[in-house]
T-cell receptor, first 112, second 114 residues
């Protein structure tokens, strides 16, 4: 019984490249949240998605960041033209509405 | 808007001693409250949650927390810590009503000293 699966676990990009982070929610979950954790900080909400819909993207930077959760396949967080300040751990979480968010192990992005 | 304050960034404690990790929140609406634990290079694991009902909540690994509405606090306690409790602990709040958009505190690093 797999939990929330994120890949890649570690990603290194040079400034200006694109980063794609994937998240497969727990089986039966249709709600996905993305959070970002900067060094020495707590997690910050980025976006909340349901299948084929963005419900709340109030935490997403206005430029370069986008997210999707297609009908088939994982949720994708895409960062275009990465900058050093994008270096962080990106966590995905899913819920089936039971009062608990289940978190993946995170994708750690390093921008050189 | 909601916010969470974890008053201590680091807490060292000797093995088998009790520990309390403090958390205060602010919100204009009823909230759900959570404590998560994060081990190095891992994701977050739910320790316990308060949604409604009894203000004393028991979680996994012997942890408990008490919701105090008048003091807007949700402090985490354990009567006797173990080396394996060394980790970072995050308090979080959501606006309730089925929302899981969490606002996290900055975390408290618990170090258990043998």
């Amino acid at each position: 019984n797999a939990g929330v699966m994120q890949n890649p676990r570690h990603l290194v990009r040079r400034r200006g490249q694109e980063a794609r982070l994937r998240c497969s929610p727990m089986k039966g979950h249709s709600h996905v949240y993305w959070y970002r954790q900067l060094p020495e900080e707590g997690l910050k909400f980025m976006v909340y998605l349901q299948k084929e819909n963005i419900i709340d993207e109030s935490g997403m930077p206005k430029e370069r960041f986008s997210a999707e959760f297609p009908k088939e396949g994982p949720s994708i967080l895409r960062i275009q033209q990465v900058v050093r300040g994008d270096s962080a751990a990106y966590f995905c979480a899913s819920t089936g509405g039971t009062g608990e968010l289940f978190f993946g192990e995170g994708s750690r992005l390093t921008v050189l | 808007a909601q916010s969470v304050t974890q008053l201590d960034s680091q807490v060292p404690v000797f093995e088998e001693a009790p520990v309390e990790l403090r958390c205060n929140y602010s919100s204009s609406v009823s909230v759900y409250l959570f404590w998560y634990v994060q081990y190095p290079n891992q994701g977050l694991q739910l320790l316990l949650k308060y949604l409604s009902g009894s203000t004393l909540v028991k979680g996994i690994n012997g942890f408990e927390a008490e919701f105090n509405k008048s003091q807007t606090s949700f402090h985490l306690r354990k009567p006797s810590v173990h080396i394996s409790d060394t980790a970072e602990y995050f308090c979080a709040v959501s606006p309730g009503a089925g929302s899981y958009q969490l606002t996290f505190g900055k975390g408290t690093k618990l170090s258990v000293i043998p």
